[in-house]
């Protein structure tokens, strides 16, 4: 006798629709987050990651569901974590994003140099392509007219690159990106999520365009490829927010003189302060 595939229960913790919630992630401002397990008729299942905002008690964080929804609808990247649903459920703003299972780049490189070592370049290569090759999809896309209207992350850090154990990378945390053009005026919430990635730009409180991401993408890689810390370590806030808006990094041309002179000079560039 042929036997029906086996559903799992409902958790405690409920359900959205056809998605059952199986752990409570921590609480990114006004969004909360959740594992679950997408459940429908036939045995088939996944699992997602939902982002819930609470309409009737708080507008912002629905608002900027929303608009992370927009951008993310826009993206189709093998290196970037994809959407699969955006509604509403009992007067809630639910986004559905896919669930890549791998540890952020933060935590592997915590791990890989735990014991002092440097990190292999290969991996660094590794990672940069993946990591620029998603932000040029996000940069290079038009609107319906042919027209540039480029996604923008403004969120690029170690913390929001993911790497599978099968050495797949995915570029996640759009929560701050923005479908703009050119001439909007960038905010300052990135400066208050990663201050130590941010462009010295944004800090002048000047307009933000790929570039800003160039150069957090680049500060990621240099940090690897150096072993050291881009940003000064035990200032006060107004030091800091005066080290970043001025800082001068060393080049990779003098830092890594082994490397070919067209990658590190293709970094210098994006890490130039003006």
Known sequence: M???????????????????????????REVFEYLARQRVPGGFERLCTLKIAKRSSDA?????????AKVM?????????????????????????????????ERLLARLTSGGARVDDRI????????FDALAHAHGLVDQDGQPAPVLHRDVRPANVLVASDGRVRLTGFSFARDVDLDESTAVAAVYRAPSYVAPEI??????????DAFSAA????????????TQR??????????????????????????PALVSTALDACLMTD
């Open 234 to 259: 035990g200032l006060t806030d107004f030091e800091l927010l005066k080290h970043l808006a001025s800082r001068q990094l060393e080049s990779l041309r003098t830092a890594r003189p082994d490397l």
């Open 60 to 68: 912002r964080g629905a608002e900027s569901l929303a608009r992370e």
């Open 73 to 105: 609808a826009r993206l189709d990247h093998p290196n970037i974590v994809r959407m699969h649903d955006f509604f509403d459920h009992d007067g809630d703003r639910v986004l559905v994003l896919e669930r890549f299972s791998g540890l952020s780049l």
């Open 2 to 28: 042929t036997r029906e595939p086996r559903i799992p229960s409902v958790t405690p913790l409920g359900a959205v629709g056809p998605y059952l919630l199986e752990e409570e992630l921590p609480k990114r």
């Open 219 to 230: 500060l990621v890689i240099w940090e690897m490829l150096t072993g050291r810390q881009g």
């Open 203 to 212: 800090l002048r409180a000047t307009r933000a365009t790929d570039r800003a």
């Open 124 to 131: 660094t290569w590794h990672v940069a392509l993946s990591l």
